[in-house]
C-alpha cells in the first residue's frame, strides 16, 4: 500500500469536452470545446486523524472522487447560462449528457465553479491550483483560492430566473453531490408539490453515487468485504447516467 503523509501532494490531469451553448439574436449554437483540466491536491489531514491507513484512505477516496467526477460528470456535459438554462434542460431531456449551470461560458467561472465544486465534494484535503486549459488556443486559465471564500461566484438567487423559488439554500458547488444544475419553481405551488414528490428522490440520486464511491474504496483498502488485492473497478460507476435535475 502507498503510503500518503501530511502534505503529500498529487497532481491530476483530465481531458475533457464541454458543449458550450450560446445564445445570441434569437438563436442558439453550440461549440465543442476539448479542455485539459489540471488540478492540485494535498493531503491535509486534521490533527484527529493519525492513523497512517485512514490517512492513505482518505487521500486515495478524494483522489477517485475528483477523477470520477470530472470523467463522469464533467466530460461531454452542456454548459447552459441562467437566461436559457430552463429551456435547454427541456431540449436535453432525452440525452444521456449532464448539463451545467454556469454564470457566463468563459473559462474563467468554469474554473472557479470546478475548484468550489472539488473543495466540496472532498475531505481532509487542500485544493490547490485548478487550471482550464483551452487545447485550441492553449491559453491556460489558473484559478487560486487559499481562503476558499469564492467571492467571485454568484448566489444561488443570482442563478435561477427572477421570481422563481430555488430548491436548494446553496448554489451547486457547495453540495456535496454530483449536481451541476440548480432548479426552482415558478410559484409556491409548484415548490411545494416538488419538494413533496421528487426532492428526496433526486437527492439520493445525486448523493449515491460518491457515497458508493467511497464505501468500495474503503472496502477494498480495509480489506472488509471486498477480498485482499480485488481492484475497484470506476467504469461501473461511470455507466450510469449523470444526473439531470427532473423537470416539472
Known amino acids: 500500500m502507498y503510503t500518503t503523509p501530511k502534505n503529500s501532494h498529487t497532481r491530476i490531469t483530465k481531458?475533457?469536452?464541454?458543449?458550450?451553448?450560446?445564445?445570441?439574436?434569437?438563436?442558439?449554437?453550440?461549440?465543442?470545446?476539448p479542455y485539459t483540466i489540471n488540478i492540485e491536491l494535498t493531503a491535509a489531514p486534521v490533527e484527529a486523524i493519525n492513523d497512517q491507513n485512514e490517512i492513505n484512505i482518505v487521500h486515495s477516496t478524494n483522489f477517485h472522487m475528483i477523477n470520477f467526477f470530472l470523467d463522469t460528470v464533467i466530460n461531454e456535459s452542456f454548459l447552459v447560462g441562467p437566461k436559457t438554462a430552463d429551456k435547454l434542460l427541456g431540449l436535453f431531456a432525452e440525452f444521456d449528457n449532464n448539463v451545467i449551470l454556469s454564470p457566463d461560458l468563459g473559462e474563467a467561472s468554469l474554473g472557479i465553479m470546478l475548484h468550489a465544486k472539488l473543495n466540496t465534494i472532498t475531505d481532509q484535503c487542500y485544493i490547490g491550483a485548478l487550471e482550464v486549459i483551452d487545447n485550441r488556443s492553449k491559453v491556460c486559465y489558473t484559478y487560486y483560492d487559499d481562503e476558499t471564500d469564492y467571492e467571485f461566484l454568484p448566489t444561488i438567487t443570482d442563478m435561477i430566473l427572477d421570481g422563481t423559488m430555488a430548491f436548494h439554500e446553496h448554489a451547486w458547488w457547495f453540495r456535496n453531490d454530483i449536481s451541476t444544475f440548480d432548479g426552482s419553481a415558478k410559484d409556491e405551488d409548484e415548490y411545494n408539490y416538488y419538494l413533496e414528490n421528487h426532492f428526496d428522490k433526486v437527492q439520493e440520486a445525486v448523493t449515491q453515487p460518491l457515497e458508493d464511491l467511497s464505501s468500495k474504496i474503503r472496502q477494498a483498502m480495509t480489506g472488509s468485504k471486498v477480498s485482499a488485492g480485488e481492484i475497484v473497478d470506476l467504469e461501473e460507476f461511470k455507466k450510469k447516467k449523470a444526473w439531470k435535475p427532473k423537470l416539472i
Open 15 to 33: 481531458e475533457v469536452i464541454i458543449n458550450k451553448v450560446h445564445f445570441y439574436d434569437d438563436l442558439f449554437s453550440m461549440e465543442n470545446v
